[in-house]
């Protein structure tokens, strides 16, 4: 059963950093991508970051370029968006997702706030 849990989501002041992390089971991260949403309410759902079964194969939204940093630790199977730089326009609830064999997956999703 492919489970996708995410973690590390917190308030932060502009400027701030925070690591989030996705433990997936059922799936192995190191053959398909792995990818991280974020929400607003109101507003759809859009794609921030996302990793394939190569780690030279990235994925970022423009306005995060540079900024966040998507990694994976195939031991783990484990996913990771460091976020530097955190500015109010990143506050959301982050989602890690993948598909398999046609079929999506999301996890329950970890709030990240920014604000002074």
């Known amino acids: 059963q492919e489970q996708l849990v995410e973690s590390g989501g917190d308030s932060v002041q502009p400027g701030g950093s925070l690591r989030l992390s996705c433990a997936v089971s059922?799936?192995?991260?190191?053959?398909?991508?792995i990818g991280w949403f974020r929400q607003v309410p109101g507003k759809e759902r859009e794609g921030v970051s996302c990793?394939?079964?190569?780690?030279?194969?990235?994925y970022y939204l423009d306005s995060v370029k540079g900024r966040f940093t998507i990694s994976k630790d195939n031991a783990q199977n484990t996913v990771y968006l460091q976020m530097n730089r955190l500015k109010p326009d990143d506050t959301a609830v982050y989602y890690c997702?993948?598909?398999?064999?046609?079929?999506?997956?999301w996890g329950q999703g970890t709030q990240v706030t920014v604000s002074s």
């Open positions: 997702w993948t598909m398999t064999a046609g079929q999506e997956y």
């Open positions: 059922g799936v192995s991260v190191d053959s398909y991508a």
């Open positions: 990793i394939g079964s190569s780690t030279e194969d990235t």
